[in-house]
């Protein structure tokens, strides 16, 4: 049995650990939930072949989840075979180096016919990760030893996994980790983040787990908890879950990115021909729909808020720009790059062509597709299931540019000298 008061001890003491810097990236999305780094002073264009690689690991196991990294460590998660077994493993690796500090079992892996493996990206908090696996489990553990320090079970909760495993990238907000097990008794669950003891459960929400995370926002000055599902947009209050305002959308077979909020505006997009919408909440916590169309019909790659424009893929038109506010195209390119994930850092788009590996650096304007740099990942996996793609979200962290294809991870140096 694990040691619970441990736990408090070494939660209690979170904030004093460590030293975080302006470039770290301790959770999914970045420190303000945005994916736009706040970075300066990185590189405009490339060599032909690309920036200084400066490691390869080429070990950390098959699946999709992304990376944090903080106080010159990266985490991420992999499906490992060890002992004949296969499961899912939280890592830590130096960042500056690649080379594996620990790794610790999170769970069974997740079997896909598109992949197997985690999906989701750690998230730091003190001396504390929290990770949550393809079937639904989730771990505290330190962040100096990959220590276990709590555990939970979605499926103990009455969550099912969705059709492609958990994707969910688990919100740690003040005393709070906060997390989708989706269900009956409550769609929406948090935990005591010191003890993994549950606080409360939405109960008066109860749709399916999808494929988005829950961004923390505060909307006509009161704080909330926003989560899209497959008919609904929904916001609860961190102090009990209940439901503060809702909001209908027409998801169909999954919705992926994470909802951008602005002020009182959530930007909202799903693939498989659903399009997007902006959705006005007013101070009587109801919902208004500003606009809705099928200009962004983004996937899975994700979508990010440069000052007025969003950019990302759309599914049939290309990568584009839309305006925030009107939902107006301001330009599309659909033959330069693949579809694919985004990130942005020191006004730079970093995107991802899926299915080639390559990768283009794009000024982040509403002028046009201005592309000053591409290369291709290379070495590419051998591992990967031939329904999958280059699925992880870049990451661009203390001047440093992170990739991911299944069991390789690359570093590549992209600060200017």
């Not at 606009?291 to 994700?302: A, P």
């Not at 440069?306 to 925030?324: A, E, I, Q, R, T």
């Not at 107006?328 to 579809?339: F, M, P």
């Amino acid at each position: 049995m694990m040691n619970r008061r441990l736990s408090l001890i070494v939660c209690a003491l979170a904030a004093a650990v460590g030293g975080a810097s302006a470039g770290d990236w301790p959770q999914w999305r970045g420190p303000d939930h945005s994916d736009v780094s706040q970075e300066i002073g990185l590189l405009k264009t490339w060599p032909a072949d690309g920036p200084k690689r400066v490691w390869l690991n080429e070990n950390v196991g098959l699946g999709y989840s992304g990376f944090s990294i903080v106080d010159g460590k990266l985490f991420t998660m992999g499906a490992i075979n060890d002992d004949d077994q296969d499961s899912e493993y939280l890592i830590c690796l130096d960042a500056n180096t690649g080379e594996q500090k620990w790794k610790t079992k999170v769970g069974p892996t997740l079997g896909n016919g598109w992949g197997n493996g985690p999906r989701g990206t750690p998230t730091v908090d003190g001396a504390c990760v929290y990770a949550m696996g393809g079937t639904g489990d989730l771990i505290c553990a330190q962040t100096e030893d990959g220590k276990q320090l709590w555990t939970a079970s979605m499926g103990d909760l009455g969550g099912k996994a969705p059709n492609w495993g958990y994707c969910e990238s688990v919100l740690v907000d003040g005393p709070r980790v906060v997390c989708t097990p989706g269900g009956d008794q409550g769609a929406i669950v948090a935990f005591n983040k010191d003890d993994g003891k549950v606080l409360w459960r939405s109960t008066d929400l109860t749709a399916g787990a999808q494929y988005a995370s829950i961004i923390p926002a505060k909307i006509n000055g009161q704080a909330q908890y926003v989560q899209l599902f497959t008919e609904i947009l929904a916001a609860v209050s961190p102090e009990d879950g209940k439901v503060l305002w809702t909001a209908d959308w027409p998801g169909k077979t999954a919705v992926i990115p994470t909802p951008i909020v602005k002020d009182n505006n959530i930007f909202v997009t799903s693939g498989y021909g659903v399009g997007c919408s902006l959705i006005e909440i007013d101070k009587d916590n109801k919902s208004h729909e500003v606009y809705f169309n099928k200009n962004m019909k983004n996937h899975h790659g994700g979508v990010l808020l440069l000052g007025d424009y969003v950019y990302g893929h759309s599914d049939g038109v290309g990568w584009m720009c839309l305006n925030f506010k009107t939902g107006e195209v301001k330009w599309n390119e659909r033959g330069a790059l693949g579809k694919g994930c985004v990130t942005c850092a020191d006004g730079m788009l970093y995107c991802i062509d899926e299915g080639n590996g390559e990768v283009a650096l794009v000024e982040a304007s509403p002028n046009g597709w201005n592309e000053h740099s591409r290369f291709k990942m290379a070495p590419q996996t051998s591992r990967r299931n031939p329904r999958g793609r280059i699925w992880t979200h870049p990451v661009v962290s203390n001047g440093k540019l992170y990739l991911r294809d299944q069991d390789l991870l690359y570093c590549y140096d992209v600060k200017a000298q």
